[in-house]
């Protein structure tokens, strides 16, 4: 599971962004154990909370960027065709989904 988000994490952003996972994660687990605690549900709570965190503050910066005209405008100075492209697997509504396939990016404002 936590390898599983290491993967996930350095694929967002950077080997960097995914190591602050790692020491939150390896660093609750190391008190968890110095207090003779039982199992690993605290570690699995933090690895679990700590993950969303991240990777949804990063939902979030895509959709600050996708909102920026000028870095829309940077986009397209720097590719050819249509430089944007979605993940579809992400949890947002029918609405929002058939908006992007339209290639509307105003629902990310």
Same mark, same amino acid.
């Given at each position: 599971?936590?390898?599983?988000?290491?993967?996930?994490?350095?694929?967002?952003?950077?080997?960097?962004?995914?190591?602050?996972?790692?020491?939150?994660?390896?660093?609750?687990?190391?008190?968890?154990?110095?207090?003779?605690?039982?199992?690993? *549900?605290?570690?699995?709570?933090? @690895?679990?909370? =700590?993950? %969303?965190?991240?990777?949804?503050? +990063? &939902?979030?910066?895509? !959709?600050?960027?996708?909102?920026?005209?000028?870095?829309?405008?940077?986009?397209? *100075?720097?590719?050819?065709?249509? @430089?944007?492209? =979605?993940? %579809?697997?992400?949890?947002?509504? +029918? &609405?929002?989904?058939? !908006?992007?396939?339209?290639?509307?990016?105003?629902?990310?404002?």
């Amino acid at each position: 599971m936590i390898s599983r988000r290491v993967l996930e994490l350095t694929r967002y952003q950077d080997a960097t962004y995914a190591s602050r996972y790692t020491a939150l994660v390896d660093k609750v687990k190391a008190a968890e154990r110095a207090r003779g605690l039982p199992g690993d *549900a605290l570690t699995g709570a933090v @690895a679990r909370g =700590y993950y %969303k965190l991240l990777a949804y503050k +990063d &939902e979030y910066e895509v !959709a600050r960027l996708y909102s920026d005209v000028e870095y829309l405008n940077a986009l397209k *100075a720097t590719f050819e065709g249509d @430089a944007a492209a =979605y993940d %579809k697997a992400a949890k947002i509504g +029918d &609405e929002v989904r058939a !908006a992007i396939a339209r290639g509307d990016r105003s629902v990310f404002r």
